[in-house]
Nanobody
Framework: VQLQASGGGLVQAGGSLRLSCAAS????????MGWFRQAPGKEREFVAA????????YYADSVKGRFTISRDKAKNTVYLQMNSLKPEDTAVYHC????????????WGQGTLVTVSS
């Protein structure tokens, strides 16, 4: 599976960005796509995930109410709409895929940098 993330950039606090992650290659019977982020000097953390078939979504507490994950099945693409951005959201954002019955994230995209200025 190849994952291509895009959409990062520089935005002022309170602004919005939409990240995209296009998937190609092998597909699973059921799978979950997610977003993670890693800020400088910090560990990678979970941001959001979506069950590809059923559409159930999951969010980290830090982004609930501000970020929305969605998918376009026809385009094999997952999106992360980020609103009300804060400087602490600054990080490299990665998309990832795991099988529906697994807890291991098997495939990772290259990451896209989001910088939020105060």
């Amino acid at each position: 599976v190849q994952l291509q993330a895009s959409g990062g950039g520089l935005v002022q606090a309170g602004g919005s960005l939409r990240l995209s992650c296009a998937a190609s290659g092998r597909t699973f019977t059921s799978y979950v796509m997610g977003w993670f982020r890693q800020a400088p000097g910090k560990e990678r953390e979970f941001v959001a995930a979506i069950n590809w078939s059923g559409g159930s979504t999951y969010y980290a507490d830090s982004v609930k109410g501000r970020f929305t994950i969605s998918r376009d099945k026809a385009k094999n693409t997952v999106y992360l709409q980020m609103n009300s951005l804060k400087p602490e959201d600054t990080a490299v954002y990665h998309c990832a895929v795991r099988g529906g019955g697994s807890t291991t994230w098997l495939y990772w995209g290259q990451g896209t940098l989001v910088t939020v200025s105060s």
